[in-house]
């Protein structure tokens, strides 16, 4: 019988790494390069060691590519310093600051906004492209999974195929190109990555039909969950939907609190009855929105199409705007503090800030507005700050600056010394220690009774 199968269709064995829940028993790559071992490439790049494919990590940071070589980690996430020790002793990972030829290369550097109008900064990825370009071969396949704005995976190409101009690529010869390009964004939450990389679904955003079924063929190395196919703008787009979603609910949750604030009711309470409403979820409310992608994406959508993404826009202007009202917050308790203190000035008033991470339980400070807190406090307290993060062991350049004020103190240090204490972040060690008994502003509800712990 003549086949009848269409040219563009996956060969049989990608049509059998599509298959729902069932990662491969056997890698179909030998050799992969990841780029950017932070904290999406280096569990990334653990995981495929893991199933037994040789990694090369790549970073421009000295002291990372070193730490993982001696099979040790420079973030913290669960679990993650097990398996990258077991793939750098077992030979399956080791790292550079040069790449090298490999049969596939992911893309997870930064993808930072710019200036006050919030413009994309592509500057990581394309250093990262133009680094890997000279090693480029006929059959390689390159996947974006940074999150990007709508275009940015194009425009990868663009980049690749202008410093390789002897090799094809699917922009100009689809299906018959010597480079295979795809966009697979991360979507896992710091603090469970090592099980979420393995268990959500994955969406593939290929150049081709056949770009998707290369790039599914690798993630289901490990993947148990659903390789969602899709073209490549769709899956750039669902990324920045999914966070600038969550950005809108935060969003109301911290109008929410202000406007709590203001009637002077505790929200915390208010979201409690609110929620036993069948079909109501709000989230819970804090001092602003962080993280590498939540505090970022939307800004990609809004940048995109700014005269419709009216409710993104509006979304960011609350989150951000959050750091100042806690800013007013400390402001306020620091002239009630003095009123009470007559003879002290306020140099005199020393202010704990508990958390720095822009979420509980992580050293992760992208973004975070606990920092911007921080900061700002600093520049315009004339008393001392003392920072707690039991995530980190010195503090930030940000604040280690010569000349500012902040100090990084231990958790009963802070409560002995200071007069004025803000908490910034729910991390766990600080839901188990008492609420001080001086002022206290509390922006994530440890010390209220109707707050979800942990």
């Given at each position: 019988?003549?086949?009848?199968?269409?040219?563009?269709?996956p060969p049989?064995?990608?049509?059998r790494?599509?298959?729902?829940g069932?990662a491969?028993d056997?890698?179909?790559?030998e050799?992969?390069?990841v780029?950017?071992?932070?904290?999406?490439?280096?569990?990334?790049?653990?995981?495929f060691?893991a199933r037994?494919i040789?990694?090369?990590?790549?970073d421009?940071?000295?002291?990372?590519?070193?730490?993982?070589?001696?099979?040790g980690i420079?973030?913290?996430?669960?679990?993650l310093d097990?398996v990258?020790?077991?793939?750098?002793?077992?030979?399956?990972l080791r790292a550079?600051?040069e790449?090298?030829?490999a049969?596939?290369?992911?893309?997870?550097?930064p993808?930072?906004f710019?200036g006050?109008?919030h413009e994309?900064?592509l500057?990581?990825?394309?250093?990262?492209?133009?680094?890997?370009a000279?090693?480029?071969e006929?059959g390689?396949?390159?996947?974006?999974e940074s999150?990007?704005p709508?275009?940015?995976?194009?425009?990868?190409?663009?980049?690749?195929?202008?410093?390789?101009?002897?090799l094809?690529?699917?922009q100009?010869?689809?299906?018959?190109s010597?480079?295979?390009?795809?966009?697979?964004?991360?979507?896992?939450?710091?603090?469970k990555?090592?099980?979420?990389l393995?268990?959500n679904?994955?969406?593939?955003g290929?150049?081709?039909?056949r770009?998707?079924?290369?790039?599914?063929a690798?993630?289901?190395?490990?993947?148990?969950?659903?390789?969602?196919?899709?073209?490549?703008?769709?899956?750039?787009?669902?990324?920045?939907?999914?966070?600038?979603?969550?950005?809108?609910?935060?969003a109301?949750?911290?109008?929410?609190?202000?406007?709590?604030?203001?009637?002077?009711?505790?929200?915390?309470?208010?979201?409690?009855?609110a929620?036993r409403?069948p079909?109501v979820?709000?989230?819970n409310?804090?001092?602003?929105?962080?993280?590498?992608?939540?505090?970022?994406?939307?800004w990609?959508?809004?940048?995109s199409a700014?005269?419709?993404?009216?409710m993104?826009?509006?979304?960011?202007?609350?989150?951000?705007g959050?750091?100042d009202w806690v800013?007013?917050?400390?402001?306020a308790?620091t002239?009630?503090?003095?009123?009470?203190?007559?003879?002290?000035g306020?140099?005199d008033?020393?202010v704990?800030?508990?958390?720095?991470a822009?979420?509980?339980?992580i050293?992760?400070?992208?973004e975070s507005?606990a920092?911007r807190?921080?900061?700002?406090?600093?520049a315009?307290?004339?008393?001392?700050?003392?920072?707690?993060?039991?995530n980190i062991d010195t503090?930030p350049?940000?604040?280690?600056?010569?000349?500012q004020t902040?100090a990084?103190?231990?958790?009963p240090?802070?409560h002995?010394?200071?007069?004025?204490?803000?908490y910034l972040?729910?991390?766990?060690?600080?839901?188990a220690?008492?609420r001080?008994?001086?002022?206290?502003?509390?922006?994530v509800?440890?010390f209220?009774s109707?707050?979800?712990?942990g």
């Amino acid at each position: 019988m003549r086949d009848t199968t269409p040219e563009t269709d996956p060969p049989a064995q990608a049509r059998r790494h599509t298959m729902k829940g069932t990662a491969m028993d056997k890698p179909v790559f030998e050799k992969i390069s990841v780029i950017g071992m932070g904290y999406i490439g280096l569990p990334t790049a653990a995981m495929f060691a893991a199933r037994k494919i040789h990694v090369l990590g790549v970073d421009i940071n000295q002291t990372a590519v070193d730490t993982i070589n001696r099979g040790g980690i420079h973030i913290v996430e669960p679990d993650l310093d097990m398996v990258v020790h077991a793939a750098v002793t077992g030979g399956y990972l080791r790292a550079a600051t040069e790449p090298e030829a490999a049969e596939a290369f992911l893309i997870a550097v930064p993808t930072p906004f710019t200036g006050d109008n919030h413009e994309p900064d592509l500057s990581y990825i394309e250093a990262a492209s133009r680094a890997i370009a000279p090693v480029l071969e006929p059959g390689n396949l390159v996947i974006l999974e940074s999150t990007s704005p709508v275009g940015a995976t194009e425009q990868m190409a663009g980049w690749l195929a202008e410093a390789r101009p002897d090799l094809s690529f699917p922009q100009t010869h689809g299906e018959e190109s010597d480079i295979r390009i795809a966009h697979c964004p991360e979507r896992v939450l710091p603090g469970k990555v090592m099980q979420e990389l393995i268990q959500n679904d994955r969406v593939i955003g290929g150049m081709t039909a056949r770009c998707s079924a290369l790039a599914t063929a690798l993630y289901r190395s490990f993947v148990t969950g659903d390789c969602v196919i899709t073209d490549v703008r769709s899956a750039e787009m669902a990324k920045l939907t999914e966070n600038s979603f969550r950005d809108v609910n935060i969003a109301f949750a911290n109008e929410l609190s202000l406007i709590c604030d203001r009637l002077g009711m505790d929200v915390w309470e208010v979201i409690r009855l609110a929620n036993r409403h069948p079909r109501v979820s709000i989230l819970n409310p804090g001092p602003g929105v962080g993280g590498h992608c939540i505090a970022v994406d939307p800004w990609f959508i809004v940048a995109s199409a700014p005269e419709e993404a009216r409710m993104i826009r509006m979304a960011r202007a609350v989150n951000d705007g959050k750091p100042d009202w806690v800013l007013d917050k400390v402001a306020a308790a620091t002239k009630a503090f003095l009123a009470q203190y007559p003879k002290l000035g306020p140099e005199d008033v020393t202010v704990a800030c508990y958390g720095l991470a822009f979420k509980p339980d992580i050293d992760d400070l992208r973004e975070s507005p606990a920092l911007r807190i921080v900061e700002r406090l600093a520049a315009r307290h004339p008393g001392p700050v003392l920072a707690v993060e039991p995530n980190i062991d010195t503090l930030p350049d940000g604040l280690a600056e010569a000349g500012q004020t902040v100090a990084l103190v231990s958790l009963p240090e802070a409560h002995h010394r200071a007069d004025i204490h803000v908490y910034l972040v729910g991390h766990r060690a600080f839901h188990a220690a008492p609420r001080p008994v001086r002022y206290c502003i509390d922006t994530v509800g440890l010390f209220s009774s109707t707050t979800p712990q942990g």
